[in-house]
C-alpha cells in the first residue's frame, strides 16, 4: 500500500492569538476551528494546518483522543507558490513589516522565500520543482473574465474569489458578445462560452452554464433555462411558465415539485488547457415567488434542508448551498 496525499502539518504556538493573526491575517489562510489556549486550525485548499499550544496538546489524556505531542524549537511548513507568486509574497510581506528570512535558489533549479511566524516557526514558499514536482495551475492573484453578461453571477463569483486576489472582470463590462448555446448539456454551452471569451478577450476565462431541472417536466428547463425568460430575461415569466406545467402535470406537493439547480463551470487558458466543475443543489419548488434577493428562478426554490427560498438568503448563505458554490469550491480546491 502506499498513503495518500498529505492532508495536514502541525506547528506548535503558546501564542495562537498571534498565530491567528499571522496564518489567518497575513497569509489569508481560512480559520476552521479554534478553542482558546488549545489550538487554532486552518484551511488550506485541501490540507489543514493545525497550530496546537504544546503545553496543553503534550499533556493531553492519552484514552481521551489522540496520543500526546508537543515539541520545542522552531518547526517549519511550506506552501507551494511560482517565482511570480513568491515576488508578490515579498511585497505583501514587506506591507506588514514582515522580514524576509532568505530566499535560496536550488542547485537542481526553483526557488524558496522563507519567513518567520510569530512563534519563530520557518516559513517556506517554494516552487515545486525543488522536489521535481510540475507546477499546479492558479488562479491566484491572476485577472480573469467571467463569460456573462449576468451581473448576479459576476456578484458571486466577485465575493468568491476576491479573498484570493484574484480580479475578476465580465464579459458584459468588457463588451463582449454573448456566444450562441448550441449544445444539449451544460457541459458542452459551458465550453464555449469560455472558449469565446478567452479568444475575445486573451484573458484566462471561467465560465457558468447553469440551470433548474425539474423532476416531473421531465428535467426541463434544463439547458433552456435562460431560454424560457425570453430575449428580455424577464424572469417572472420564465418562474410563472414552470410552475404553470407543475399544475398541469398535478404536482402540487413538495415531494412532486422536486428540482435541481445544476452547475458546470469551464476554467479555458490559452495553452488550451480546459478543466471542468459540476456542483448540484437540491430542492423542491414553492408558489408563489419569495424574497427580494439572488436572480432567476431563486424565488421559487427551497433548498433541501431549509424552508426560505434562494430569494430570501443573504448571499453569504445562499452561496454555502447553492449549485454555484458547490462547483466553485471544487475550483477553489483545484487551483487556489
Known amino acids: 500500500m502506499r498513503a495518500g496525499p498529505i492532508l495536514e502539518a502541525v506547528l506548535y504556538a503558546r501564542d495562537l492569538t498571534a498565530a491567528e493573526r499571522f496564518y489567518g491575517g497575513v497569509l489569508g489562510l481560512e480559520t476552521y476551528w479554534t478553542l482558546a489556549e488549545r489550538f487554532v486550525f486552518f484551511r488550506s485548499g485541501a490540507q489543514m494546518l493545525l497550530i496546537f499550544n504544546p503545553d496543553r496538546s503534550s499533556a493531553q489524556s492519552a484514552a481521551a483522543g489522540p496520543p500526546p505531542h508537543g515539541t520545542t524549537g522552531s518547526g517549519h511548513v511550506c506552501f507551494r507558490a511560482s517565482l511570480d507568486e513568491q515576488a508578490r509574497w515579498e511585497r505583501h510581506f514587506a506591507a506588514h513589516g514582515i522580514a524576509i528570512d532568505r530566499l535560496m535558489d536550488w542547485p537542481d533549479g526553483g526557488r524558496s522565500l522563507y519567513v518567520r511566524d510569530p512563534a519563530g516557526n520557518s516559513v517556506e514558499f517554494a516552487e515545486p520543482r525543488i522536489w521535481g514536482l510540475d507546477e499546479m495551475r492558479s488562479l491566484r492573484g491572476a485577472r480573469v473574465v467571467i463569460a456573462t453578461h449576468n451581473k448576479g453571477k459576476l456578484t458571486e463569483f466577485a ?3 476576491a479573498p484570493f486576489g484574484t480580479e475578476t472582470i465580465s464579459a458584459g463590462e468588457l463588451g463582449l458578445a454573448e456566444p450562441a448555446e448550441t449544445e444539449t448539456t451544460f457541459a458542452g454551452n459551458a465550453r464555449i462560452k469560455a472558449e469565446a471569451a478567452l479568444q475575445a478577450s486573451g484573458l484566462i476565462a471561467i465560465s457558468d452554464d447553469s440551470g433548474l431541472c425539474v423532476d416531473a417536466i421531465g428535467g426541463e428547463p434544463g439547458v433552456l433555462t435562460a431560454d424560457w425568460a425570453g430575449p428580455e430575461r424577464n424572469w ?8 404553470e406545467r407543475l399544475r398541469a402535470a398535478g404536482a402540487t406537493s413538495p415531494e412532486s415539485r422536486r428540482a435541481s439547480f445544476v452547475c458546470t463551470l469551464c476554467v479555458a487558458w490559452p495553452d488550451g488547457e480546459r478543466r471542468f466543475y459540476v456542483g448540484r443543489a437540491p430542492g423542491h419548488l414553492t408558489w408563489p415567488p419569495r424574497g427580494e434577493l439572488g436572480h432567476g428562478y431563486d424565488p421559487v426554490f ?23 458554490g458547490h462547483a466553485i469550491r471544487q475550483l477553489l480546491s483545484d487551483l487556489f
Open 302 to 324: 427551497v433548498p433541501d434542508g431549509e424552508t426560505r427560498t434562494f430569494g430570501e438568503m443573504p448571499l453569504a448563505e445562499k452561496n454555502g448551498l447553492s449549485h454555484r
Open 236 to 243: 417572472m415569466k420564465a418562474m410563472t411558465r414552470v410552475e
Open 159 to 161: 465575493w468568491l474569489l
